[in-house]
T-cell receptor, first 115, second 113 residues
Framework: ETGVTQTPRHLVMGMTNKKSLKCEQHLGHNAMYWYKQSAKKPLELMFVYNFKEQTENNSVPSRFSPECPNSSHLFLHLHTLQPEDSALYLCASSQGKSGSQETQYFGPGTRLLVL | GDSVTQMEGPVTLSEEAFLTINCTYT??????LFWYVQYPGEGLQLLLKATKADDKGSNKGFEATYRKETTSFHLEKGSVQVSDSAVYFC????????????FGTGTSLTVIP
């Protein structure tokens, strides 16, 4: 399997549920990202991990909790979400070398609906 | 700070028409520039990129030239097809802050037969 994969592709959850999104990259990259894409809004960067260390957290509510156990896997743990959190959640990866010309590669996304 | 501005859509063209989607950027250093495409129900796919001034990125009939003097990276295609219908995103990343990407708001393109 190649590239960046995400599971599940679709998720429906209630506001009291706990669920996790999974991302896996097979590109040998060291940096991984979570983005939120909502209708008619710009792509929002949520979290960045570089060599398993979190380097960015763009004021994301604590009901979103990232986890990066190794440089190939990235999780987004969800709990007590709100309906406005319904969106497409995209994972991306890049080489992660400072000073290099990075290219990000995206997964297909998880379409999340919060009821 | 760095930013990307791209033309607002939606854009509707007839098949075989010429396409231009404008993109301009603001950057403090020497960015790499990208065009990504998102087909319905999918994630973003890298379409093309250019890493220095005057470079031309090209792929699948699409082209964009990195113009430092006008800080632009306009996307062009000579003859669009129905299968080109998608949302197109312009983006940049700075060399010295490689983890920081800046995306435009996206331009929706619909090609009608």
């Amino acid at each position: 399997e190649t590239g960046v994969t995400q599971t599940p592709r679709h998720l429906v959850m209630g506001m009291t549920n706990k669920k996790s999104l999974k991302c896996e990259q097979h590109l040998g990259h060291n940096a991984m990202y979570w983005y939120k894409q909502s209708a008619k809004k710009p792509l929002e960067l949520m979290f960045v991990y570089n060599f398993k260390e979190q380097t960015e957290n763009n004021s994301v509510p604590s009901r979103f909790s990232p986890e990066c156990p190794n440089s190939s896997h990235l999780f987004l743990h969800l709990h007590t979400l709100q309906p406005e959190d319904s969106a497409l959640y995209l994972c991306a990866s890049s080489q992660g070398k400072s000073g290099s010309q990075e290219t990000q590669y995206f997964g297909p996304g998880t379409r999340l609906l919060v009821l | 700070g760095d930013s990307v501005t791209q033309m607002e859509g939606p854009v509707t063209l007839s098949e075989e028409a010429f396409l231009t989607i404008n993109c301009t950027y603001t950057a403090t250093g020497y960015p790499s520039l990208f065009w990504y495409v998102q087909y319905p129900g999918e994630g973003l796919q890298l379409l093309l990129k250019a890493t220095k001034a005057d470079d031309k990125g090209s792929n699948k009939g699409f082209e964009a030239t990195y113009r430092k003097e006008t800080t632009s990276f306009h996307l062009e295609k000579g003859s669009v097809q129905v299968s080109d219908s998608a949302v197109y995103f312009c983006a940049l990343s700075e060399t010295d802050t490689g983890n920081q990407f800046y995306f435009g708001t996206g331009t929706s393109l619909t090609v009608i037969p």
